[in-house]
C-alpha cells in the first residue's frame, strides 16, 4: 500500500533562514500529494497540494515539486517568519477514501 | 463559514465512562473522517464515512463507535473509556475521496483518568 516518510523534527531556525523539510513516498501510480500545517491548538490545514508528477505547490512562499524520479516532495521556503512555527505533515491518498499521513515536523523559528 | 464543527473542545473522564464526540460539517461534503493525534504517531484513523449511509473501519478503530447520522454529522463514541484512549481527536471532512483537500476541526482533546 501507499505509504510516506518524512523527515523528523523539531527543526529549529532563525528567521530568514532557508527551510527544506523532506518527505518521500511510495505510492501505486501517481496520487495527488499534499503539505498540511497545524499552528498550535488548531486543526490541520492544507498549505499546497501536487496532482501530477513534474507539477509544484505553492502557498505562503512554500512549495514543493512532485518529483516521480525521486518519490519525494519535499517541502521548501526561501526565508521563514516566527509565524510559520507550527507543525508540518506531508500526506497522500490511500485507496479511494483514506489519507495517509506522515508523522509531522516540528518547526520552531526564532526571531 | 463555518466549515468542521467539533464538541466538545475538552474533556475529562474517569476510566469506564463513555461519551460521544459530535462533528458536524456544512460544506456539503461527502467523505468524513476521525483520527487520533498522539505524540510522535502522527494522524492514525480510527473510522472513515465514504458517504453518506456508510462507514469503515480504519487504522485503529477498537473501542470506538461511530454514527454517520446525516450528511452534515459524523459522532464519535467510546463505550468504556480508558487510559490508553487519552488523546486529541480530530474530525475531518473532504467532497468524495482522497484526492481532494481535507477540512479538519479544531480538535477534542480528551483526557481518560
Known amino acids: 500500500g501507499n505509504s510516506v516518510t518524512q523527515m523528523e523534527g523539531p527543526v529549529t531556525l532563525s528567521e530568514e533562514a532557508f527551510l527544506t523539510i523532506n518527505c518521500t513516498y511510495t505510492a501505486t501510480g501517481y496520487p495527488s500529494l499534499f503539505w498540511y500545517v497545524q499552528y498550535p491548538g488548531e486543526g490541520l490545514q492544507l498549505l499546497l497540494k501536487a496532482t501530477k508528477a513534474d507539477d509544484k505547490g505553492s502557498n505562503k512562499g512554500f512549495e514543493a515539486t512532485y518529483r516521480k524520479e525521486t518519490t519525494s516532495f519535499h517541502l521548501e521556503k526561501g526565508s521563514v517568519q516566527v509565524s510559520d512555527s507550527a507543525v508540518y505533515f506531508c500526506?497522500?491518498?490511500?485507496?479511494?477514501?483514506?489519507?495517509?499521513f506522515g508523522t509531522g515536523t516540528r518547526l520552531k523559528v526564532l526571531a | 463559514n463555518a466549515g468542521v464543527t467539533q464538541t466538545p473542545k475538552f474533556q475529562v473522564l474517569k476510566t469506564g465512562q463513555s461519551m460521544t464526540l459530535q462533528c458536524a460539517q456544512d460544506?456539503?461534503?461527502?467523505?468524513m473522517y476521525w483520527y487520533r493525534q498522539d505524540p510522535g504517531m502522527g494522524l492514525r484513523l480510527i473510522y472513515y464515512s465514504a458517504s453518506e449511509g456508510t462507514t469503515d473501519k480504519g487504522e485503529v478503530p477498537n473501542g470506538y463507535n461511530v454514527s454517520r447520522l446525516n450528511k452534515r454529522e459524523f459522532s464519535l463514541r467510546l463505550e468504556s473509556a480508558a487510559p490508553s484512549q487519552t488523546s486529541v481527536y480530530f474530525c475531518a471532512s473532504a467532497l468524495s475521496g482522497a484526492g481532494a483537500e481535507a477540512f479538519f476541526g479544531q480538535g477534542t482533546r480528551l483526557t481518560v483518568v
Open positions: 500526506a497522500l491518498p490511500s485507496g479511494t477514501y483514506k489519507y495517509i
Open positions: 460544506m456539503n461534503h461527502n467523505s
